[in-house]
């Protein structure tokens, strides 16, 4: 029903840049919070930043002043700007969004918790 495309990962050497999307697609009626969480290995999944509909941002402690969440409410589409970026940065990304969709074949909706499938973040000299 809703699909999150992420991309924007890659490899990078620390202190550099790397600009992650997340496109959400679908039956979606509407977003509320979106965030990016992340996985080390080896470790539990942790939020990153989130963002709601409105533009209250949250952000680890680890990742303030370095990494800025934002969004696009027309385009569905998050973006995780992160700079200053460090060894310890390196994990798999994933995007999460809070959607409310439209249940098929009804006029009703539904809330539905998605995630993307991920995208590696590499930080490496």
């Known amino acids: 029903q809703v699909q999150l495309v992420e991309s924007g990962g890659g490899l990078v050497q620390p202190g550099g840049s790397l600009r992650l999307s997340c496109a959400a697609s679908?039956?979606?009626?509407?977003?509320?919070?979106m965030g990016w969480y992340r996985q080390a290995p080896g470790k539990q999944r942790e939020l990153v930043a989130e963002?709601?509909?409105?533009?209250?941002?949250n952000y680890a402690d680890s990742v303030k002043g370095r990494f800025t969440i934002s969004r696009d409410n027309a385009k569905n589409t998050v973006y995780l700007q992160m700079k200053r970026l460090k060894p310890e940065d390196t994990a798999v990304y994933f995007c999460n969004a809070h959607t409310i969709v439209e249940i098929p074949l009804t006029d009703d909706y539904k809330y539905l918790e998605v995630w993307g499938q991920g995208t590696l973040v590499t930080v490496s000299s």
């Open positions: 679908g039956s979606i009626f509407s977003i509320n919070a």
């Open positions: 963002i709601t509909s409105g533009g209250v941002t």
